[in-house]
């Protein structure tokens, strides 16, 4: 059964820095295109940036952009999202979500991705 799992979650400062991971089981990322999205309480579920499978094209929300880097190591079947600047409105839970792709294309929507991981919460504090 194909499964994401995010790790590196946690409690930081404003202006900090985190770095969160993403890992398949039961299939590995090579043709897959794979998303980072978030949901805040009492919020809906937005999408924070994408990375294709070839190319490693990139798409970032504009509230992100400058401040948060994904990318992608087939070789450790690793996504990564790095968050750097981190603001209190940046508190939520993160999730991966993956979805098979062999073309490059760049995927913006939730609703584009059939694999989800359970997410990771972060909090930054003022």
């Known amino acids: 059964e194909e499964q994401l799992v995010e790790s590196g979650g946690g409690l930081v400062q404003a202006g900090g820095s985190l770095t969160l991971s993403c890992k398949p089981s039961g299939f590995t990322f090579d043709d897959y295109a794979v998303g980072w999205f978030r949901q805040a309480p009492g919020k809906g579920r937005e999408t924070v940036a994408t990375i294709t499978d070839l190319y490693s094209n990139t798409y970032y929300a504009d509230f992100v952009k400058g401040r948060f880097t994904i990318s992608r190591d087939n070789a450790k079947n690793t996504v990564y999202l790095q968050m750097n600047s981190l603001k209190p409105e940046d508190t939520a839970v993160y999730y991966c979500?993956?979805?098979?792709?062999?073309?490059?294309?760049?995927?913006?929507?939730?609703?584009?991705?059939?694999?989800w991981g359970q997410g990771t919460q972060v909090t930054v504090s003022s």
């Open positions: 979500a993956a979805r098979i792709s062999f073309s490059g294309v760049v995927y913006r929507e939730a609703d584009d991705y059939d694999y």
